[in-house]
């Protein structure tokens, strides 16, 4: 279960970026936090931006609304998502992870 945080009309949760993958995805969960593999390779940040243009996509939000808070150089990450409620990410997310 991913843990998610409602705060000032965002929504907080944790992933683990796993770069260098054959195709970017959501691949499970792990200790909390949404794992998604990424085809870009961590430099001069095209894998942030590869991980912020899926989550943008899966949610239907403008890119502009999907934000890394906390860990920009780290594979484990905090994102924020605007616009959307826990319940309404919830739903986007389980409809893309694996069962």
Not at 22 to 44: K, Q
Not at 63 to 80: C, H, M, P, Q, Y
Request: net charge positive.
């Amino acid at each position: 279960m991913i843990r998610l945080t409602e705060r000032g009309g965002a929504v907080e949760f944790a992933v683990r970026v796993v770069p260098r993958a054959g195709r970017t995805h959501a691949a499970g969960v792990r200790e909390g936090a949404l794992v998604v593999r990424v085809a870009s390779a961590p430099v001069e940040g095209a894998a942030n931006d590869a991980l912020v243009a899926y989550l943008a996509a899966i949610t239907r939000r403008p890119k502009r609304d999907v934000t890394i808070v906390s860990g920009e150089k780290s594979r484990n990450k905090r994102l924020a998502i605007a616009g959307l409620t826990a319940r309404e990410l919830a739903a986007h997310l389980s409809a893309i992870l694996p069962p």
